[in-house]
T-cell receptor, first 110, second 115 residues
């Protein structure tokens, strides 16, 4: 079992650009959540996908959007990047309330 | 709104000694889960221990145990026989809403282990 995999591991983007991050969940997990972890902070919930639909959402603007595919993999899209979007983005796949995390994507906006 | 508070930004422990990390939370729910996650420099969040709120017995996983005080809304992590590999950020997290819930994290405690 490969666990939760995220790509890319690091990314540098310019303000105003758009970015797409990818996540493959643990085998058999159908729920994927995305978290943003700013430097020195705990992760903050962005949104959760289940059966290809956004099931719940945290306090993030509409610039943050996502998608889940039939194989349960997921994408996080961020439009009109701001310097404040620089963070570690974590994907978690869940089963019975237990979350398994990937290694994250470090996004730097310059 | 649910919140999780970790009041110790940094802690230090001597190798082989015992250390306790504190966590308090606020919720009006009666059924929920609490977790401790470890985040080493590799960045990956690793589940250390899990506690179901309906269980009175404190969870234990090898050298890791919790002191769950539901009425006080307190959930501390005790690490016994500390090892160099225990050095990491530790996050306390709360989960509500059953299968549709999401995790709410504290700000973390950085644990250093001295040889």
């Amino acid at each position: 079992d490969a666990g939760v995999t995220q790509s890319p591991t690091h990314l540098i983007k310019t303000r105003g650009q758009q970015v797409t991050l990818r996540c493959s969940p643990k085998s058999g997990h159908d729920t994927v959540s995305w978290y943003q972890q700013a430097l020195g902070q705990g992760p903050q919930f962005i949104f959760q996908y289940y059966e290809e639909e956004e099931r719940q959402r945290g306090n993030f603007p509409d610039r943050f959007s996502g998608h889940q595919f039939p194989n349960y993999s997921s994408e996080l899209n961020v439009n009109a990047l701001l310097l404040g979007d620089s963070a570690l983005y974590l994907c978690a796949s869940e089963l019975y309330g237990e979350a398994f995390f990937g290694q994250g994507t470090r996004l730097t906006v310059v | 709104a649910q919140t999780v508070t970790q009041s110790q930004p940094e802690m230090s422990v001597q190798e082989a000694e015992t250390v306790t990390l504190s966590c308090t939370y606020d919720t009006s729910e009666s059924d929920y889960y609490l977790f401790w996650y470890k985040q080493p420099p590799s960045r990956q969040m690793i589940l250390v221990i899990r506690q179901e709120a309906y269980k009175q017995q404190n969870a234990t996983e090898n050298r890791f145990s919790v002191n769950f005080q539901k009425a006080a809304k307190s959930f501390s992590l005790k690490i016994s026989d500390s090892q160099l590999g225990d050095a990491a950020m530790y996050f306390c997290a709360y989960h509500y809403g059953g299968s549709q819930g999401n995790l709410i994290f504290g700000k973390g405690t950085k644990l250093s282990v001295k040889p």
